[in-house]
C-alpha cells in the first residue's frame, strides 16, 4: 500500500482527490434529480432530502438518523456504510475506509453547494460500518 500513497502523493492527497470527486458527483446528482422538483427553502429540508433520497440513490437505504442543534450543524448516522460493510476491522483497511468516507463527504458537500448551501463536511467512523458525517453551514452575510 505504501506503493500507492507514493504514487498519488500520499493519503492526505488521495483523500483530498476522493473528496473533490466526490463533490462533482454530489453536485451532478442533485442537478439531475431536482431538475424536476421546486427547489427546498428550508436547510432542514434540503438535509432531509440527502439523508432520504441521495443516501438512496447512492447506497439503496436512507441514512439511520439524522441529528441536528438547530444553529446550522447536522449529523447524519448510517449504522451499515454500504462502503465499509465488506471492509475488514484491522487497521489499514480502516485507513482505506477513511477513503471512502471522504469522497462521501465530498458528495455531501457537492449537493449542498449546489443546493446553494456553503458548508463543510466532515466524517467520524466509530465502529466499522457504522459512521457518522458533520456538516457544518457556514453562515451568510
Avoid at 483523500?15 to 432542514?44: C, P
Wanted: aromatic residues 12%.
Amino acid at each position: 500500500s505504501s506503493g500507492i500513497n507514493a504514487e498519488y502523493g500520499g493519503t492526505e492527497q488521495i483523500q483530498y482527490n476522493m473528496e473533490r470527486i466526490g463533490y462533482r458527483v454530489g453536485f451532478s446528482l442533485v442537478e439531475k434529480a431536482t431538475k424536476e422538483e421546486a427547489r427546498f427553502k428550508e436547510n432542514v429540508e434540503i438535509v432531509k432530502y440527502i439523508c432520504k433520497d441521495l443516501w438512496q440513490m447512492l447506497f439503496r437505504k436512507q441514512a439511520d438518523n439524522l441529528k441536528t442543534n438547530h444553529t446550522g450543524t447536522f449529523v447524519i448516522q448510517d449504522n451499515r456504510f454500504r462502503f465499509l460493510t465488506r471492509v475488514s476491522q484491522s487497521k489499514q483497511y480502516v485507513d482505506r475506509g477513511q477513503l471512502y468516507l471522504s469522497y462521501t463527504c465530498g458528495v455531501i458537500r457537492g449537493a449542498l453547494t449546489n443546493f446553494g448551501i456553503p458548508c463543510t463536511v466532515t466524517s467520524e467512523l466509530s465502529v466499522s460500518p457504522m459512521c457518522k458525517f458533520q456538516i457544518s453551514i457556514q453562515a451568510t452575510s
